[in-house]
C-alpha cells in the first residue's frame, strides 16, 4: 500500500553513463514532483507535472529530462552523469500543489 | 538574502525541554507556509500545517508572522523520538514554487 514508490533505492554509476529513475504514486494526485536533496541537505525542486503536463521547470541542467507518460507516473531520465550529480532524489506528490507527500528517495552516487 | 533561512543547529537539548525554531523567507507573496520532519535517510513528511492565527498539535505549536516574514516551531516537552531535522517551507501559489529551507537539527538527550 505504499503512497510513492521510487526505484531503484540505491543507484550506483560511472560518470558519463545515462540512468533513469521511475516514481509511481497511487494516491490519485494530479501533481508530481522531483526534488534534489545534496550533501548539504539542501532539498531544492527540480521539475513539476501537473496531468502529465510541465508546470515548473527549474533551473536544472537538460541532461536532465522527466518524463510523464500518465498522472501516476514520473521518471526522471539523466544523460551523461557527473559528479555533481551525486544526490538523493526525492519524487513527491500532491492532491493540491500545496501538501507534498514524498517518496522514499533514490540515493545516486557517481563515481 | 536567500528564499528560506533557518536556525543554523544542531540543537542539542535533553529530554523534557522546550526548543524553539525558527525559520525566515524573503517571499512576501508566499501563501503558505508549513513545517516537515526529516529523519535521517529518509524522506520529508509533513509535521504541519502554519496558519497566521498560530496552530498547536499536542506538543508541537507553530506561528506565522508575516510582517516580519517568519514562522517558528515550539516543541514542548521533547522526547527522544523528536531527533530529526526539521525543514520549514512555503509555497507561493498555484503554479508556483514550492521552497524547502535548509534545515535545523535536533538531538533530544537522555
Known amino acids: 500500500d505504499t503512497a510513492v514508490s521510487q526505484t531503484p533505492k540505491y543507484l550506483v554509476t560511472q560518470m558519463g553513463n545515462d540512468k533513469s529513475i521511475k516514481c509511481e504514486q497511487n494516491?490519485?494526485?494530479?501533481?508530481m514532483y522531483w526534488y534534489k536533496q545534496d550533501s548539504k541537505k539542501f532539498l531544492k525542486i527540480m521539475f513539476s507535472y501537473n496531468n502529465k503536463e510541465l508546470i515548473i521547470n527549474e533551473t536544472v541542467p537538460n541532461r536532465f529530462s522527466p518524463k510523464s507518460p500518465d498522472k501516476a507516473h514520473l521518471n526522471l531520465h539523466i544523460n551523461s552523469l557527473e559528479l555533481g550529480d551525486s544526490a538523493v532524489y526525492f519524487c513527491?506528490?500532491?492532491?493540491?500543489?500545496?501538501?507534498?507527500?514524498f517518496g522514499p528517495g533514490t540515493r545516486l552516487l557517481v563515481l | 538574502r536567500k528564499e528560506v533561512e533557518q536556525d543554523p543547529g544542531p540543537f542539542n537539548v535533553p529530554e523534557g525541554a522546550t526548543v524553539a525554531f525558527n525559520c525566515t523567507y524573503s517571499?512576501?507573496?508566499?501563501?503558505?507556509f508549513f513545517w516537515y520532519r526529516q529523519d535521517c535517510r529518509k524522506e520529508p513528511k509533513l509535521l504541519m500545517s502554519?496558519?497566521?492565527s498560530g496552530n498547536e498539535d499536542g506538543r508541537f505549536t507553530a506561528q506565522l508572522n508575516r510582517a516580519s516574514q517568519y514562522i517558528s516551531l515550539l516543541i514542548r516537552d521533547s522526547k527522544l523520538s523528536d531527533s530529526a531535522t526539521y525543514l520549514c517551507?512555503?509555497?507561493?501559489?498555484?503554479?508556483?514554487?514550492?521552497?524547502f529551507g535548509p534545515g535545523t537539527r535536533l538531538s533530544v538527550l537522555p
Open positions: 494516491l490519485g494526485h494530479d501533481t
Open positions: 517571499n512576501s507573496a508566499s501563501q503558505s
Open positions: 502554519v496558519y497566521s
Open positions: 513527491a506528490s500532491s492532491p493540491d500543489q500545496e501538501t507534498q507527500y
Open positions: 517551507a512555503h509555497w507561493g501559489g498555484y503554479g508556483q514554487n514550492f521552497v
